[in-house]
């Protein structure tokens, strides 16, 4: 009897207790790599490296509407929750070279536009318990401060299902990673 109870738990806490607190934190994959897109983070510099892995406390996140292509060429509606980050943290003399993509589009050879990603805790309004969100980087939003993330539709309301003020919330944990 005690295997089926041993098994029962175990059951249990996999199918329920597990996925409860794995809502609190998604990390969404880049759609491309460096591998898939030919571009090399060896042969490239950036504001972005000197800002990684270093919690910014404070932090803001807005909402944008999606489509096209981004600041670094990217499909910014793919994957479906994303970021566009301050302009700041882009290499203004970064170069557009070809990709070794399926249709062989240009992209930015800058470090931010290689497998970067940017990671969001946030208690949203009404939650008792925070959330992350880690979502890749693929566009600029030049009028942001390094604080001030513009988010996808879809990666904003998974923090903040209340909309927060007017499409801005406040008092985020931003962190910028490799991904």
């Not at 460096?34 to 042969?43: A, G, Q």
Request: proline share 7%; charged share 15%; hydrophobic share 35%.
């Amino acid at each position: 009897m005690e295997g089926k109870t041993l098994f029962l738990n175990i059951f249990l806490f996999f199918t329920f207790i597990l996925p409860i607190k794995a809502q609190n934190n998604l990390v969404v994959s880049p759609k491309y790599t460096t591998k898939d897109t030919c571009l090399n983070p060896s042969k490239a510099s950036g504001p972005i490296t000197s800002n990684l892995n270093k919690p910014i406390n404070g932090g803001i996140f807005t909402l944008y509407g999606i489509g096209g292509r981004g600041a670094c060429g990217l499909d910014i509606d793919a994957p479906k929750m994303s970021a566009a980050v301050s302009g700041s943290l882009f290499n203004n003399a970064a170069q557009w070279v070809p990709s070794c993509l399926p249709d062989k589009r240009y992209l930015l050879n800058d470090p931010i536009c290689m497998s970067k990603c940017v990671k969001i805790t946030y208690k949203c309004v009404g939650c008792s318990t925070a959330k992350t969100l880690t979502v890749p980087i693929n566009n600029k939003c030049p009028e942001c401060a390094i604080n001030h993330v513009d988010l996808s539709i879809d990666a904003f309301k998974w923090l903040e299902p209340q909309g927060g003020t007017v499409g801005i919330a406040k008092d985020a944990t931003i962190t910028y990673i490799n991904c």
